[in-house]
Each structure stands twice: as C-alpha cells, then as structure tokens.
C-alpha cells in the first residue's frame, strides 16, 4: 500500500507514527540519567516520519535508511528532552525502562520542539524510535505528504489506493490544517463569545449614556440658558455638561482595571507559553471608553449649548 502511494505524482513522503496533530496518545518511558531516572514520552515512527513532519533538526541528525543501527537503538530526542538530559547528549549511551523493556540506546539527534496537542499545553519531553526494521509495526497513523496545489485530486487517487488494499474498511483521515484548527477551536470558541458579549455590553452602555446625557441635558436646560445669558461661550457649556460624565466614566475605568487584569491573567496563566501582561490595552481602553463618552454626550450638550435662552427659561 505504502510503495503504491510513493507512486502518485506529487506525493513526497509516505510514513506511520503513533502520534498526530490533536492526539495525546503518549507512551511513558523512563531513562537513566547521571543517576536520575526522567520520564519521557515515546513516540514510534518510521523511518521517514519525522522527514514527513518536517521538523529542524537542531543537533546530530535524524533517522536515514543509510543508517542501519537506526531500526535496533538509535533515537532521536526533542529539545524539551535534551534539556532534563544534557545539553549535548548526541552520541552518548543511556539506559530505558518502559513497563515491558529495559534497553540502551543512542541519541543520534535532537529536533525543535512542535505543539502536537495546542498551545495550551507545554510541550512534552518526547523520545522517537523507529519501528522494528523501519516497518510500520506498532504505529497506527499513516501520514502522507504531498504537494498543495492539488490537495483533491490526490486524496482521491489516495483514497482509491486504500479501497484496493483494504475493501472492507473505510478510510479516515484528516489534513494537518484541519488538526490544528479543531485542537484551536476551543480557544476561537472563547474569543467569539468574548467579542459578541464585548460588543454587546459596550453597545448597551453607550445606550445608557446616550438616555442619561439627554436626561441631564434638559434637567439642566434652565442652567444653560442663565449661563448663556450671563455670556457663557457653547463650549464652555458642552465642557460643564461632559465633566460630570468624564468623571464617572474615569472612576469606572479605575474599577474595571484590576477586575479585568485579573481575569485575563487567569485565563492566560491556563496556557503554557503566554506573554506578560501587558499595560498599553488598558491604556487604550480607557482613551477609547473617554473619547466614546465626550463625542456620546457632545451630542446633547452641543444641542442644549445652542438652544435658544428665551425658549429655554420657558422650559419646564
């Protein structure tokens, strides 16, 4: 099946792993090192399978059929491993021990770490061993790798290949891209719902300000028109009007500041990689909410700035 996909125009590599993209199944291992026993995570591939993935090869190398000792006890570590282990491990000798085996091997590479199960999650300190004479015993996930630019046309002619090797089975699979998105979905999922309440919320205020600032306008209407008729300019009538709102507006920044930091701390202190919280989009926020509230309530000062004094001292 494998020899026959390597024959379809376009497709580069044909491999098998027992981990994926969105797929936490780990097998632990633990391997003696300086006198310290560290648990790791096993990952079994075959040979060309980290080649499929396309992962930087930080030290040493990875797995090559050139290299016969590379299906009996080579292995190849990620960066997360080689620092619970030892800064240059590539070539040393250590020992293993899993539940069924006790075995020595030899780290021939170290790769860059990549997120396998979301960003959320640091990522493990992973062992790569290659399957029995490079086969594909014990690893259940075939991955493929072919060129982009006719994704269809070849997952067809992939699809074709599985019905004639295997025609009592169904094939499943999913792209890299789909992977990545449902391990992200979670976390879209939140920040849809964080703008549709936000815009929510901030819509309803608005409106809250919007009936307020017309409610002290003509609770007011009396004061103005005195104010003008004693000489008050419109915009030192509209400046009356908008400092009573800029202060409420100030005073509810300054609540909602360490509410605020708070929650999102918490929420960010749920990922593994996450930056330091920021200062600039409070400072935003309280620019922005400020701005919002003087052009909202503007609006009805500039009317009541402008409003005729006589009819205004009519006004009841």
Do not use: C
Request: no cysteine; glycine share 4%; net charge positive.
């Amino acid at each position: 099946f494998a020899e026959r996909l390597r024959k379809i125009p376009g497709v580069k590599y044909i491999a098998t792993t027992t981990q994926v993209m969105g797929n936490a199944f780990n097998i632990p291992e633990e391997i003696t090192s300086k006198d310290n026993n560290i648990a790791l995570n096993t990952v079994t591939v075959s040979m060309d399978a980290l080649q499929a993935l396309g992962v930087k090869v930080m030290q040493g190398r990875i797995f090559a059929k050139e290299y016969k000792q590379d299906t009996v006890n080579a292995v190849v570590i990620n960066e997360s491993a080689a620092k619970l282990i030892d800064k240059y491990p590539v070539g040393k000798l250590y020992d293993v021990k899993s539940d069924k085996e006790k075995y020595t091997f030899q780290i021939v590479g170290v790769i860059k770490d990549y997120h396998n199960e979301g960003f959320d999650k640091a990522v493990l300190p992973t062992i790569y061993k290659v399957t029995h004479l490079g086969g594909t015993s014990m690893t259940n996930n075939v991955l493929v790798r072919f060129n982009s630019e006719n994704n269809a046309q070849i997952i067809r002619k992939i699809e074709a290949e599985w019905k004639v090797a295997y025609p009592n089975y169904p094939m499943s699979y999913v792209t890299m891209n789909d992977s990545l998105n449902k391990v992200l979905e979670e976390n879209n999922r939140f920040m849809n719902m964080i703008v549709l309440f936000s815009t929510i919320s901030v819509s309803l205020s608005l409106l809250g300000l919007f009936a307020l600032s017309t409610f002290v306008a003509k609770r007011r209407t009396k004061e103005v028109a005195v104010r003008k008729v004693l000489g008050a300019a419109n915009y030192e009538i509209i400046n009356l009007l908008n400092r009573s709102f800029l202060i409420l507006v100030i005073i509810a920044n300054v609540i909602s500041w360490p509410i605020a930091y708070i929650l999102i701390k918490k929420w960010l202190d749920a990922f593994a990689y996450r930056i330091d919280m920021p200062v600039l989009p409070f400072i935003v926020a309280t620019v922005v909410s400020i701005t919002i509230a003087i052009l909202t309530v503007s609006i009805q000062a500039r009317k009541a700035a402008t409003m005729d004094p006589v009819t205004a001292l009519k006004y009841e």
